[in-house]
Antibody, heavy 117, light 112 residues
Framework: EVQLVQSGGGVVQPGGSLRLSCEASGFTFSGYWMTWVRQTPGKGLEWVANINRDGSAKQYVRSAEGRFTISRDNAKNSLYLQMTSLSPEDAGVYYC??????????WGQGTLVTVSS | DIVMTQTPLSSPVTLGQPASISCRSSQSLVSSDGTTYFNWLQQRPGQPPRLLIYEISNRFSGVPDRFSGSGAGTDFTLEISRVEAEDVGIYYCMQASQLPWTFGQGTKVEIK
């Protein structure tokens, strides 16, 4: 059974940083691109970033470039999202997603990020 | 960026009756490899989104056959042949043909 179990998240002050994690199981993690999607009150569902199978290629939404870093550790079957310079607009639920052939077929349970002073 | 526009935004339906949701993209979703990377997702209350349909009309594993997708280019439709109580939720279209991947604003399906 494919599972994506997320951790991290929480409350952070504006300008702060946070690291999200996602541990995959039930499939060959190193064989798939992976994706982060967020759901915010302001923009609804928003694609955030992609990473290729070996981590050598990364793609970001414009608002995340320079502030967020997607990474992976295939030995640990884990995906990460390092977020810096967080603003209230970044608050929401972040999902780790598997996107074979660009279809978002399995989603993590989501992790809540709150940006507040 | 490609804008995805869904109609209606709310759809009250009677159990057992059909429902239809439309999605229009601001540009053609035919990608350079000839594939149209257009998907439909369902989000039940309190849950993550779930893939229903990929590449316009392909039902994902485990999705009931009362769900069907159609369309081409810039106009797409999700149809539920006979709505059941478990279909209540918000439905999203999304495109992955061009970066950044973008989503529609969602259509809320509720029972009358």
């Amino acid at each position: 059974e494919v599972q994506l179990v997320q951790s991290g998240g929480g409350v952070v002050q504006p300008g702060g940083s946070l690291r999200l994690s996602c541990e995959a199981s039930g499939f060959t993690f190193s064989g798939y691109w992976m994706t982060w999607v967020r759901q915010t009150p302001g923009k609804g569902l928003e694609w955030v970033a992609n990473i290729n199978r070996d981590g050598s290629a990364k793609q970001y939404v414009r608002s995340a470039e320079g502030r967020f870093t997607i990474s992976r550790d295939n030995a640990k079957n884990s995906l990460y999202l390092q977020m810096t310079s967080l603003s209230p607009e970044d608050a929401g639920v972040y999902y780790c997603v598997r996107p074979p052939a660009r279809a978002l077929d399995y989603w993590g349970q989501g992790t809540l990020v709150t940006v507040s002073s | 960026d490609i804008v995805m526009t869904q109609t209606p935004l709310s759809s009250p339906v009677t159990l057992g009756q059909p429902a239809s949701i439309s999605c229009r993209s601001s540009q053609s979703l035919v990608s350079s490899d000839g594939t149209t990377y257009f998907n439909w997702l369902q989000q039940r209350p309190g849950q993550p989104p779930r893939l229903l349909i990929y590449e316009i009309s392909n039902r994902f594993s485990g999705v009931p056959d009362r769900f069907s997708g159609s369309g081409a280019g810039t106009d797409f439709t999700l149809e539920i042949s006979r709505v059941e109580a478990e279909d209540v939720g918000i439905y999203y279209c999304m495109q992955a043909s061009q970066l950044p991947w973008t989503f529609g604003q969602g259509t809320k399906v509720e029972i009358k």
